[in-house]
C-alpha cells in the first residue's frame, strides 16, 4: 500500500469516527419516544382533621405521590397512565378524625 493510499484511508476512517461522534453528541435519544397515553381521575376524600394521602398520578414513573397533613375535605384532580388503577389510601393523623 502506498503512502498516498494508507493516508486516503486513514482520512476516510478519521472522517466516519467523527461523523459517529457527532450523531451520538447531537441526536436527540428522546425524540422517539410517545407521550404515555392517560385518563382523567378525580380523588375525592371526604371526612374531618387532617391526613396524609397517596395516590396514583401521572409522573416520570407512574408512580404514587403522597401530600402529607392535608385538612379533610381533599379533592384532586390528575391524569393516569391507562392501564393503571387509580388508587388513593388515606392515613389519619395522630389527632384521629375520620375519612371516607
Known sequence: MTKRSLT?????LLLLGCTALAYVFVSDDSAGE???PTAGVTYEVTGTGKADITYLARNAQG???TESAVALP???SVRVPL???????VRLGSDGGEAR
Do not use: D, F, S
Not at 486516503?8 to 476516510?12: F, H, P, Q, T
Not at 392501564?83 to 389510601?89: A, D, S, Y
Open 83 to 89: 392501564g393503571k388503577e387509580p388508587v388513593v389510601r
Open 8 to 12: 486516503a484511508v486513514l482520512g476516510a
Open 63 to 65: 408512580t404514587a405521590t
Open 34 to 36: 410517545r407521550p404515555l
Open 74 to 76: 381533599w379533592k384532586k
